[in-house]
């Protein structure tokens, strides 16, 4: 069967730092894009950062840049990880991970996504 999975969210003071893993089973992710979403309590789902693990090109939205570093693990193909630094209160929410097969870019187009994860929850609060 193939999935993804989620882990390393939680509860985190502003300011501090987190890192997500998104794990696959079933496959590989050596020739997908891989996208972290993010949905807040009310609002859209939105793209946070992708990598194309081809190209190894990445993308970011603009209210992550310089704090949000997404990676793949060159020992484990199928992982890819989300380094969340400098955490804001608007950075609460549920965390998605997706895979697609998409072939050179990094994107945040939900349509170009084949799996999703069940997602882990970050709450950023004092």
């Known amino acids: 069967q193939l999935q993804l999975v989620e882990s390393g969210g939680g509860l985190v003071q502003p300011g501090g730092s987190l890192r997500l893993s998104c794990v696959a089973s079933?496959?590989?992710?050596?020739?997908?894009?891989i996208g972290w979403f993010r949905q807040a309590p009310g609002k859209e789902r939105e793209g946070v950062a992708s990598?194309?693990?081809?190209?190894?090109?990445?993308?970011y939205a603009d209210s992550v840049k310089g704090r949000f570093t997404i990676s793949r693990d060159n020992n484990a193909k199928n992982t890819v990880y989300l380094q969340m630094n400098s955490l804001k209160s608007e950075d609460t929410g549920v965390y998605y991970c997706?895979?697609?097969?998409?072939?050179?870019?990094?994107?945040?187009?939900?349509?170009?996504?084949?799996?999703w994860g069940q997602g882990t929850q970050v709450t950023v609060s004092s």
């Open positions: 997706a895979a697609g097969p998409v072939w050179d870019r990094a994107t945040f187009r939900g349509s170009e996504y084949d799996y």
């Open positions: 079933g496959f590989q992710l050596d020739f997908y894009a």
């Open positions: 990598i194309n693990n081809r190209s190894g090109t990445t993308l």
